[in-house]
């Protein structure tokens, strides 16, 4: 599904029994230049039962990741987003780990946000929790919770083509691979619906309603 702003204010975009407009907010918490540079990507550290992962992905950050697990107890199950997100790829690639090593994940709506690449990330763990996230109004206004935008919209050297072509390729068998087929198809619905570099954040009861969510509670 193909949509512009300048064609159109709102998207008909449809989960079942709700409606999702465009994104009009900007949250991505990454810069390519400083990748480049070498400078941001994420930040990790273990906070009592939880891994927590923090800041812009840079390409290269799933061998950080996986670094980094090798120091963690095993005990510890759970990894906690904040990200505005970042690489496409690195986030898959972080993805598939965490789903090989039957780990979950956890964003907490009532504060943090795991927007754009973040939601790669978070669609691998085996129970998915999305809490704080009930006020949260579908849309462009909250800046909070899972944020989904088209990926690769800021590369304004690609043609809608070429991105076509790099999410169907790519984006969409992962989805596939991690979620339930609804909830796959919701998240694609929710990327291809919105081709700009905003955000549009989603409400925690039509996560879970869409199989995005497995629990809206916070993990144990």
């Not at 840079?58 to 697990?69: E, I, Q, Y």
């Not at 970042?86 to 780990?103: D, L, P, T, W």
């Not at 991105?163 to 609804?182: C, I």
Request: glycine share 12%.
């Amino acid at each position: 599904m193909h949509c512009s702003n300048r064609s159109s204010w709102f998207v008909a975009f449809t989960l079942g029994l709700w409606t999702i407009p465009p994104s009009v907010t900007n949250a991505q918490g990454y810069s390519a230049t400083v990748c480049a540079k070498g400078g941001g990507g994420i930040m990790l550290s273990a906070l009592g039962p939880m891994i927590v992962l923090k800041g812009g992905i840079c390409p290269g950050d799933d061998a950080k990741f996986v670094a980094f697990l090798a120091t963690v107890e095993p005990s510890i199950r759970t990894i906690k987003l904040t990200s505005g997100g970042g690489n496409s790829n690195a986030a898959q690639a972080m993805g598939i780990v965490i789903r090989e090593r039957r780990y979950n994940t956890y964003v907490d709506g009532s504060k943090d946000r795991c927007a754009s690449a973040c939601t790669h990330i978070f669609a691998s763990g085996v129970k998915r929790h999305y809490a704080g996230a009930g006020s949260i109004v579908t849309g462009p206004d909250s800046a909070r919770g899972l944020g989904y935008h088209y990926p690769n919209s800021r590369h304004t050297d690609q043609t809608d083509a070429d991105k076509d072509k790099g999410f169907n390729a790519m984006t969409v068998p992962y989805l596939h691979t991690m979620l339930s087929p609804a909830g796959a198809t919701a998240v694609i619905a929710l990327m291809s619906g919105n081709r700009t570099t905003k955000v549009t954040w989603l409400n925690g009861d039509e996560a879970l309603r869409a199989g995005i969510a497995t629990s809206l509670e916070k993990p144990n």
